[in-house]
């Protein structure tokens, strides 16, 4: 009888976990995850500006400071004093490789939250609790918070005193969490209000991480999160020789995988192969070649033994620069020989086309513009073809050209119109033409292979009138090279130097 009674309580206590179990876990499941996170209790919290009518996702920058004002509708009979309020924030995923959830901290305990962001960019969740001194009823309202970087794309310009800044435009289209605004003079903000000088154009190395804006007498080297400039860090300090001349001309970083940074500087190529041993600064890879190099950097987006284009000026030859940083003079048969391009034609532009291709436009003595299209991504070159373009409608006044990288066409621009030609195409369209008075600086394309929709679909037109500067956003087909929408006008700048996307 004892051990029946034994078993029976066993058995008991067995059933008990098991329901209890099953609570658990049906309670767990229709939770999936809290997306939408409300507790019903005496206050209602109505909207938070900002937040609720952003999908419950707020995202805010580095540095800034922030406020959020809920609406909440209070128990008939009571006020805001009646109650407690709280700003309670967690991380959204686990810290480093050990899976560590940190400890959640609390924001504020006020009825609105106003609070200055000193945190690095990361993904949180943020419940606003509001709760009844009296009777503990509690309402609460979970949304995504999100430190973003300040990303998105950085213009280049100065006043007409020659003080530089550096702003980021927010575009919504191509940044997570952007509303469109320009986050103004950054370059300033984060250094003591010091302006730049005499600026020419943006670099930016991922793996130190370095931001560039290279100047005249050298370069203001940024950490590339803060843009805080590096103490103690020079323009010398970049390189592993002392320069003869100062005259920064190109600069690209090659992220495929090899971790290569080029430069030109006075028609000389450097480079550094971070993954190749000791190397740490910029250093001479002409080795024999003799040659002078065009102001321009292509890089090679598509696996192979290359990873960026170079042109010799001097020798009307392409050079190439592989994964470890090495610089190499390739040659060829076929249409044209990449080596030896006629000697009458002068350069004109470079640039990147689809598919790992490099676009080249030479010019003859009478004016007449060539294109020589070639894929040099591996050791034995590939010419692809020699189109003219003397057929294109304003062409000899063109002064801004870029290409397609989703689809064979080339834009070219003159001082205020551009034109979009698909390749082997009788004639060109008319793309896009600014306003009046504007005169057309520059011409970007929006390049991003981590944005599988918008990447090499949106270009970026600056304009200047007098001492204002102006940025176009046009989003095109991909394939035709045809705009789709109506462009976006971003105002507000001097005069514009230069543009980079920084994602």
Known sequence: ????LVMRIFRYIQ???????????????????????????????????????????????ENE?????????????TTAADYEFIWFRFPQDPQGTTYHYEQADTLAMTQNLDYQIVDSPRDYWLIYKVRNKKTGALTEQKFE?????????IVLDEDVSGNGDIHIIRDADIVEGGDGRIVANYFSVNNGGKKMRNSRFIGLCPQQPNLYVYSDDGAYIMNASTYMERPKMSYADLFNVTLDVVNPQAANYIPRGYNTEVLVNNHIIYAIGYRAYGWSKFKDISESLKYKAAPAIVPIQIAGD?????????????????????????????????????????????GEGKDGETCLIMKNETGDLSMFRVN????????????????????????HYTFGIRGNYMFYATDSKIYSWRFGGETASEFFSVGSGEKIVQMKLYSNSSDKVLNGKVLFVATQKGNEGKVYKVIFNEMSGLSSGKSQEYTGFGIIKDMYYKN
Request: proline share 5%; net charge negative; hydrophobic share 45%.
């Open 145 to 153: 918070f999100i430190i973003s970087a300040v990303n998105g794309w």
């Open 306 to 350: 290359n990873n960026a284009v170079l042109f010799d000026m001097e020798n009307n030859r392409f050079l190439t620069v592989d994964k470890w940083g090495n610089l190499f003079a390739p040659i060829s048969t076929g249409i044209f020989d990449v080596g030896a391009i006629d000697p009458s034609l002068k350069y004109v532009y470079m």
């Open 376 to 399: 040099l991504a591996m050791s034995e070159p590939v010419p692809v073809a020699l189109l003219d373009l003397g057929h294109l409608p304003e062409i000899s006044h063109a002064v």
């Open 15 to 61: 059933l008990c976990f098991l329901l209890l179990s099953i609570g658990v876990f049906t309670s767990c499941f229709d939770d999936e995850g809290n997306y939408e996170y409300k507790e019903i209790g005496e206050a209602v919290i109505k909207s938070i500006p900002g937040v609720t009518d952003h999908g419950n996702k707020f995202v805010c920058l």
């Open 1 to 4: 009888y004892v051990n029946r």
């Open 65 to 77: 400071k922030i406020s959020l004002i809920p609406e909440v509708e209070f128990l008939a009979g």
